[in-house]
């Protein structure tokens, strides 16, 4: 099987991922849950992660690395701690519903900073017009996951900044392929899952909480800490962070942030975009094929058969060895900006594993779907 649905999970890991994890399974106990040599290995492994992550990250202070479960888990703990039931929000129009379901859930008031597709410029235009005195939280997706369409965040956190509003970075898609700086940015929260670009497990997540940034608790229990306390601890990663901790991923996850770092988020999108514009280039040649591509993308790839459904076109793929994703990738919004939210995209969507030979066979197996 070829394997093109990495905005989804990487399947293909590092070595030292798999290893790491299923070492983990029977040595590591939970960290603060004891004095004894397994506890102690645990808190100490997951405290290296936290300090792999905040170098990668720009965090000074590792211990505002806090574990989730997954990015969803981080956003809605972002979410809930800057946006009161009411609140007023600012979205780019390409967010996923892990922002716009907790949205909806709080009955916030969302304002759309609409923009072309593939159009940096418009799109930072448009937060200068709806970011305004009263907003409680402007909340921007680095990547599409969609289209793999890449937003100007830096430029947009310097806008927040400047107009004192906080920040929320959807990570999803550009954790591991593109530069991310926490305290630069003077952002509040960047969420990101482990199990994408980060090549961890499944199960892990990062939420990176900025300096002095009001945090309120999604979740409420143990954490090994201040256990006298009805309360959460006011500190992190405590606060955060109750319950057991998943060593196992997390261990995983720490070799996944060492192999991003040893390879460098610079080589791995260069290596990205390169498949994806091999893939572009082949599909735009086949006539009845819609791609959606232009400047400033990752290794996120739509497109669509004139004729054919779009889960239909995913399921034949399938039968041919090509694994991608077709619908609504969990995104109505990006494709209702996109103009594509009737029909949905076939995704396809590329990892540091992925060859030229694969994007070729992609376009070849397509070819085939068309009649040519």
Not at 349 to 372: D, W
């Given at each position: 099987?070829?394997?093109?649905?990495?905005?989804?999970?990487?399947?293909?890991k590092p070595p030292a991922?798999?290893?790491?994890?299923?070492?983990?399974?029977?040595?590591?106990?939970?960290?603060?849950?004891?004095?004894?040599?397994?506890?102690?290995?645990?808190?100490?492994?997951?405290?290296?992660?936290?300090?792999?992550?905040?170098?990668?990250?720009?965090?000074?202070?590792?211990?505002?690395?806090?574990?989730?479960?997954?990015?969803?888990?981080?956003?809605?703990?972002?979410?809930?701690?800057?946006?009161?039931?009411?609140?007023?929000?600012?979205?780019?129009?390409?967010?996923?519903?892990?922002?716009?379901?907790?949205?909806?859930?709080?009955?916030?008031?969302?304002?759309?900073?609409?923009?072309?597709?593939?159009?940096?410029?418009?799109?930072?235009?448009?937060?200068?017009?709806?970011?305004?005195?009263?907003?409680?939280?402007?909340?921007?997706?680095?990547?599409?996951?969609?289209?793999?369409?890449?937003?100007?965040?830096?430029?947009?956190?310097?806008?927040?900044?400047?107009?004192?509003?906080?920040?929320?970075?959807?990570?999803?898609?550009?954790?591991?392929?593109?530069?991310?700086?926490?305290?630069?940015?003077?952002?509040?929260?960047?969420?990101?899952?482990?199990?994408?670009?980060?090549?961890?497990?499944?199960?892990?997540?990062?939420?990176?909480?900025?300096?002095?940034?009001?945090?309120?608790?999604?979740?409420?229990?143990?954490?090994g800490s201040a256990s006298?306390?009805?309360?959460?601890?006011?500190?992190?990663?405590?606060?955060?962070?109750?319950?057991?901790?998943?060593?196992?991923?997390?261990?995983?996850?720490?070799?996944?942030?060492?192999?991003?770092?040893?390879?460098?988020?610079?080589?791995?999108?260069?290596?990205?975009?390169?498949?994806?514009?091999?893939?572009?280039?082949?599909?735009?040649?086949?006539?009845?094929?819609?791609?959606?591509?232009?400047?400033?993308?990752?290794?996120?790839?739509?497109?669509?058969?004139?004729?054919?459904?779009?889960?239909?076109?995913?399921?034949?793929?399938?039968?041919?060895?090509?694994?991608?994703?077709?619908?609504?990738?969990?995104?109505?919004?990006?494709?209702?900006?996109?103009?594509?939210?009737?029909?949905?995209t076939v995704r396809a969507?590329?990892?540091?594993?992925?060859?030229?030979?694969?994007?070729?066979?992609?376009?070849?197996?397509?070819?085939?779907?068309?009649?040519?």
């Open positions: 099987m070829i394997y093109l649905d990495c905005a989804a999970t990487t399947l293909q991922v798999v290893r790491a994890a299923a070492w983990a399974v029977g040595r590591l106990a939970t960290p603060g849950r004891g004095g004894h040599p397994a506890a102690a290995q645990a808190a100490a492994l997951a405290f290296r992660c936290r300090e792999e992550a905040a170098a990668l990250f720009g965090v000074a202070d590792p211990e505002r690395v806090i574990f989730t479960a997954n990015a969803t888990h981080a956003l809605n703990i972002a979410i809930r701690s800057l946006v009161p039931p009411g609140g007023r929000v600012v979205l780019s129009g390409w967010e996923h519903n892990a922002v716009t379901r907790p949205l909806a859930a709080l009955d916030a008031k969302v304002r759309i900073a609409a923009t072309p597709l593939f159009r940096p410029q418009a799109a930072l235009d448009a937060f200068r017009a709806a970011v305004e005195p009263g907003v409680d939280a402007v909340i921007c997706t680095h990547v599409s996951n969609v289209f793999g369409y890449t937003l100007p965040v830096a430029d947009i956190a310097a806008l927040c900044r400047q107009r004192g509003v906080p920040l929320i970075v959807d990570a999803a898609q550009s954790a591991g392929c593109l530069p991310l700086d926490l305290d630069g940015w003077g952002a509040a929260f960047i969420a990101m899952p482990g199990h994408k670009g980060l090549y961890g497990p499944q199960g892990t997540g990062l939420l990176l909480c900025g300096r002095q940034v009001r945090t309120a608790p999604l979740l409420y229990g143990g954490t006298a306390s009805p309360e959460m601890p006011p500190f992190l990663p405590d606060r955060l962070e109750a319950g057991t901790h998943n060593m196992p991923g997390i261990a995983g996850l720490l070799q996944g942030l060492r192999f991003v770092r040893c390879m460098g988020t610079g080589r791995i999108l260069a290596h990205e975009r390169r498949l994806t514009a091999q893939a572009a280039g082949g599909l735009k040649r086949l006539s009845r094929v819609r791609v959606f591509s232009g400047p400033a993308q990752t290794g996120v790839l739509s497109f669509q058969i004139a004729g054919v459904d779009c889960e239909e076109a995913a399921a034949r793929l399938g039968q041919m060895g090509i694994a991608v994703r077709a619908g609504l990738h969990c995104a109505p919004m990006a494709h209702e900006s996109g103009g594509t939210f009737e029909e949905g969507s590329f990892s540091a594993f992925n060859t030229q030979g694969e994007a070729a066979r992609l376009v070849r197996c397509v070819a085939r779907l068309t009649g040519r």
